[in-house]
């Protein structure tokens, strides 16, 4: 097994303890978004750019913060989780997308799990199945808190929604892809995605803290989706605002 706790520079993400000096990491997707996070920081900086991995650093509430961001999927989600552990990191909130599968989310809506089905393969490779994948509760409570805040604030809300989520590694799905999405309707699952297993799992291992918060940009059932239509690439990207202002809202309350 290859040394998880690696001192000096980390290999994948390019950054040593010394350089961020940030308890609280916001973890996007994509490496645009980690720059639109930083842009909420009280005074940001870039740290390091490698491969998909782009860090800023910063400070919030007069907390020292950084987002790095993950690429997609679980291998790279939990690299960075790993390497930012070791950088000191103790409290993770993934700033994601989501594509949600009950009637009456809407796109623009954010959701926030309180744990994910883990049908990907990375968490598989470090702990057995029945392990579950579950969000930290002073993290989860945090971003519940900032979410209800941004929904008396804005003139017209936002819609959160909190509960179960799926975490799966192939986009466009298997060939039985509407029975499984209707089975995980059935029990109750708000959305697929595919890195908070990853996030979460890896951090309770450490014992650290995580949580999430997803902006909605499709929704299975409705048919609606972000691709090739104006109108729902805006409600995308108010998804993905909603998302960061409910993440960076929550610092305050850890």
Known sequence: MVERYFNGIQPHINIEKEEIEAEIAFLPGAPERAFEIAKNFSSYEKV?????????????????????????????????????????????????????????????????????????????????????????????????????????????GIGFHVGMIRTNDAFYGAPDFERIVKRYRKLGVLSFEMECAAVFTVARLRGLKAGAVLGVVGNIVTKEHVYGDKEYENKANTAVENAIRVAVGAVKYL
């Open 48 to 156: 390091t750019e490698q491969r998909e991995f782009v860090t800023y650093k910063g400070d919030i509430e007069g907390k020292n913060v950084c987002v790095t961001s993950t690429g997609i999927g679980c291998p790279s989600a939990a690299i960075v989780v790993e390497e930012l552990a070791n950088c000191g990191v103790k409290t993770f909130i993934r700033v994601g997308t989501t594509g949600a599968i009950q009637e009456g989310i809407e796109l623009g809506d954010v959701i926030i799990p309180e744990a994910t089905v883990r049908d990907d393969g990375t968490t598989k490779e470090y702990v057995g199945a029945e392990y579950p994948a579950v969000a930290n509760s002073e993290v989860t409570s945090a971003l519940v808190k900032s979410a209800e805040e941004v929904k008396v604030k804005e003139e017209k």
